[in-house]
């Protein structure tokens, strides 16, 4: 029996891992292959990044090691290859994955511990390899693959997925990895295979030549109910467009659901939602919410630049019909978010200031993710024409991989990221940064945004105007949000300078934390220090603009503001808080804002006393569900103990 061993290494989230699934599915269709299954023995797979010098040393005798390879694992793969070769240098090293490039000019002079590249889907590739590792070890007819010395054409695309087993029907999984207590198996899940879209950014449709090819119904049943009896607590969902097919993609979620409600596993399922998301997909949407499966729709548009985008290639729902959804979305109680990306070529510092006034102003999105612009290897963005065309600059940067554990990585990944191109400088790119911070932190979680609302409405002042004075504030006055943004100034030049982009304060727990949650969770850390700075930055403001309003107004919106959010000396079951004026009605109606004593209240969003879960449930698990924030119009309020109306300026 030929001995092969492979690796899908990954990183750990709190003891949970997903399942290598890429491996496990060469595995189960190698082993479906009379010929191939009783000359082929499979041991468990390498996964924990931890022990890889441990497996290094399973290899002495491994024939063939296969490694598949990502992003996130391309540099440990490389070093468990090479350390492999040292002990076993007969041993033919295979590697596949979507991180093996497609352009591979001097790949073995720089890699010669590899043997073989494989190029594309590997099943049926890795079956015609090891026909031909039996036979002669002549790979010359193996199409899909690479060697120093030729590479063959490629091998179609597989049209009917189903010849492929299951993994998990078949049980195969539990074979390819240990049942551990110490971990928490996560599964991942395809439904279909193949993307009809091309965007630069992306080697999603590039890879896939967008074809679409679907799995069966009855087999997608099935690895359901398999999800459910192994208490599989996550499903993370492959396809590039789930929800694309409505009616098919409604009936899994509707059988998710059931048996859901029915084995209580899973407890969340993620997925890329389809490019073009519209109400049609409300249906699919409310049977995962039904039982919490559902965190919440993308509704991605990357930018909102006209040029951008046709730079990029791609076509964005008209943004008529993005607010249109948003509303349509809230009005069902789903909630929705979007993401935004810096650094893309045709963006310029102004356009994406004005995309993210856009956003906030006109639409009722529960969150916005913004993230740095990554050139994939095989993505159309990292043609050297493309590259050239577009003066496209990169730094090549440790990943980031937000909320993964501080330990236990080894050694670092990296990937590329963009830091200036033809339209814009690394400059302008570090305050697009500055200005996602400010978006994400005081808009988007709250800290300042009925504040900003406030002086839209009453005095006109735009969105976009509003954190220019706020970061003017940061740079000229000392407060405890200033302190905060001279973090993410340093955050941000360390980050361009190729150190990473990940933060790590022991304070809030052994993980690495997006700088815009790591900023809220210090903030509502201290409510009484983050009420002072709110009220020094509305002074400032109203000199810088020449407003007149009154200081008991000023006072009253500072501690409207800090009220609803959820903050950590605030634990009790219910928060209760007077005010002077009538900030519900102010802010979820065109009333006029008057001089009425108000109590407001409501239920807490989090009471957790443990300072490290709190933090992870308001703003990690929390950020979809919109814990850190509450809205003023679902406010509880009690009589009105006094009216008289009082002009918004003193005298």
């Known amino acids: 029996m030929v001995n092969v061993r492979s690796c899908q290494f990954n990183y750990s989230y709190r003891n949970r891992v997903f399942f290598p699934y890429s491996v496990a599915m060469l595995i189960g269709y190698i082993k479906s292959i009379k010929e191939l299954n009783q000359n082929f023995e499979f041991d468990k797979a390498f996964v924990l990044r931890e022990k890889v010098d441990d497996y290094v040393q399973k290899c002495h005798d491994t024939e063939i090691l296969l490694c598949s390879c990502y992003v996130w694992n391309w540099e440990i793969t490389n070093y468990f290859a090479k350390e492999v070769r040292k002990i076993n240098p007969n041993c033919l090293i295979i590697f596949g994955g979507p991180h093996v490039p497609n352009r591979s000019e001097g790949f073995f002079e720089q890699h010669p511990y590899v043997n073989i590249l494989v190029h594309g889907e590997g099943e049926y590739v890795l079956a015609n390899l090891f026909k031909a590792f039996l036979k002669n070890k002549n790979y010359f007819d193996v199409k899909g693959i690479e060697t120093k010395e030729f590479r063959n054409e490629p091998e179609p695309r597989i049209n009917d997925l189903d010849t492929i087993p299951s993994v998990y029907l078949t049980n195969l999984m539990w074979d390819v990895v240990d049942k551990n207590d110490d971990i928490v198996w996560q599964a991942s899940w395809e439904t279909n295979r193949g993307c009809p879209y091309s965007c630069t950014f992306c080697d999603w449709g590039s890879a896939t030549n967008t074809k679409m090819r679907k799995f069966s119904d009855e087999r997608l049943f099935k690895e359901i109910e398999w999800f459910a009896d192994n208490k599989i607590l996550f499903i993370y969902c492959c396809d590039a467009n789930f929800g694309i097919y409505q009616e098919r993609d409604l009936a899994l979620a509707t059988k998710m659901k059931e048996e859901s409600i029915k084995k209580h596993y899973p407890e969340q399922f993620r997925m890329a939602w389809a490019k073009f998301s519209s109400d049609k997909i409300i249906p699919i949407a409310k049977q995962l919410q039904a039982n919490g499966l559902l965190n919440a729709i993308t509704l991605a548009v990357q930018s909102l630049d006209e040029l951008t985008l046709d730079i990029i290639k791609r076509a964005n729902i008209k943004f008529d019909k993005f607010s249109e959804l948003t509303d349509t979305f809230r009005a069902h109680n789903i909630p929705t978010y979007s993401e935004i990306i810096m650094g893309l070529p045709g963006e310029t510092l102004e356009s994406f200031k004005h995309g993210l006034q856009i956003l906030a102003d006109d639409t009722k999105l529960d969150a916005i993710y913004i993230y740095n612009c990554g050139v994939l290897p095989n993505a159309p963005m990292n043609e050297p024409s493309y590259i050239t065309h577009h003066k496209i600059k990169t730094v090549r940067s440790p990943i980031y991989l937000a909320h993964s554990d501080v330990h236990n990585r080894q050694m670092p990944e990296y990937e590329y990221i963009t830091t200036s191109a033809a339209s814009f400088t690394e400059d302008e790119f570090k305050e697009m940064h500055h200005y996602a911070w400010l978006f994400q932190t ?200 006094e009216l008289h109306s009082i002009s918004l300026k003193s005298n």
């Open 442 to 641: 005081f808009h988007s979680f709250g800290i300042l945004e009925s504040v900003s609302i406030f002086y839209k409405k009453t005095h006109g002042l735009s969105t976009i105007e509003f954190f220019e004075t706020l970061l003017n504030f940061c740079k000229t006055n000392e407060s405890f949000i200033s302190e905060e943004y001279q973090k993410v100034v340093e955050y941000t030049n360390t980050g361009c300078e190729g150190k990473g982009w990940d933060h790590h304060d022991p304070n809030l727990g052994e993980i690495y934390w997006p700088i815009e949650e790591a900023t809220w969770l210090r903030l509502v850390i201290d409510k009484q220090r983050l009420l002072d700075s709110i009220t020094s930055f509305l002074n400032y403001l109203e000199n810088q603009f020449g407003y007149n309003n009154s200081k008991i107004l000023i006072k009253d919106l500072a501690k409207f503001q800090v009220f609803l959010l959820t903050t950590r000396d605030d634990l009790e079951k219910t928060k209760s808080q007077n005010f002077e004026f009538n900030w519900k009605d102010f802010f979820a109606t065109d009333a006029m804002l008057e001089n009425i004593s108000k109590n407001y209240y409501y239920e807490n969003l989090i009471v957790e006393k443990d300072p490290i879960q709190w933090c992870w449930q308001t703003i990690w698990f929390g950020r979809l569900q919109k814990k850190y924030k509450f809205h003023p119009e679902k406010l509880n309020e009690d009589n009105v103990l």
